[in-house]
């Protein structure tokens, strides 16, 4: 019913499309708008994940000549979606292109490049996303810079990479994890536990929580509380990859004990 409504907004809306300057010369794309309905109608569709609606859209604002730099980060959006990276790439820079202190975008395409193990490159992107002073959310670019640092092996660049994320934003559920998963990884078990209990207070039937406090008191040999942990996570979302994990440490418990 949703996604009628969506259609019928969109439908509708095609012809809002509203051009700015000189009427007699509407070949100029610099002078072309897009409405801001027409736009939050394309973003109901992409939350509602009807990408090839979203997609039709798209085409009508390419088709007429509209330079938006908000659409072509959707549109990369999708490439991403539907894992078409270079295409991706392609629309990011040119959103940057029109506005080279988005961001957003900025950090986006600094996701793809490590995906990718371009990481020089995807360095150099979720720094420029860091450093611009108007970023509404910074905490999600030093979180994968962090990320990237992990992937090098550079695990004090890492730590200080999320431990920045969370001073720019005390609930970030992500850093508090991966933060978790670094400590751990170092046998920092006491560091490890202190962070996983942060992020279970932000996320607290989140199943990777409890797989983490499940490896943690394995680790510490707490064997009756990792069980239940592991048990919590195949409570939580049975078939999920963080149930798979819980399972095979059941069953590796089992084994041993």
Not at 60 to 66: H, M, P, S, V
Not at 70 to 89: F, G, H, S, V, W
Not at 147 to 171: F, P, S, V
């Amino acid at each position: 019913m949703q996604t009628k409504k969506i259609i019928t907004l969109l439908l509708l809306l095609s012809c809002f499309i509203c051009f700015t300057g000189c009427s007699h010369n509407p070949k100029n794309a610099e002078e072309r708008k897009l409405s801001e309905e027409f736009y939050q109608n394309l973003l109901m569709a992409f939350n509602a994940r009807d990408y090839q609606l979203v997609k039709t859209g798209l085409d009508e604002i390419n088709k007429a000549g509209i330079a938006d730099k908000r659409t072509m980060y959707l549109e990369a959006l999708i490439d991403i979606i539907q894992n078409m990276p270079d295409k991706a790439i392609t629309k990011l820079q040119d959103a940057i292109a029109l506005d080279p202190e988005f961001s957003e975008a900025h950090n986006t395409l600094g996701t793809v490049y490590m995906q990718q193990q371009q990481f020089s490159l995807a360095q150099t992107e979720f720094l420029r996303a860091c450093e611009n002073p108007l970023y509404l959310t910074p905490e999600k670019a030093y979180h994968n810079l962090g990320n990237l640092y992990t992937r090098q092996e550079k695990l004090e660049q890492a730590q200080g990479c999320y431990l920045k994320a969370i001073e720019l934003n005390h609930d970030y559920f992500p850093s508090h994890y991966e933060l978790s998963r670094l400590y751990l990884n170092s046998n920092r078990l006491d560091l490890a536990a202190r962070e996983i209990e942060k992020a279970k207070k932000i996320a607290p039937e989140h199943p990777g929580v409890w797989l983490q406090i499940g490896d943690i008191e394995a680790t510490r040999g707490e064997i009756d509380l990792a069980v239940a942990a592991y048990k919590k996570v195949i409570k939580l979302n049975p078939g999920c990859n963080f149930a798979d994990r819980a399972s095979q440490e059941l069953d590796r418990i089992n084994k041993t004990y």
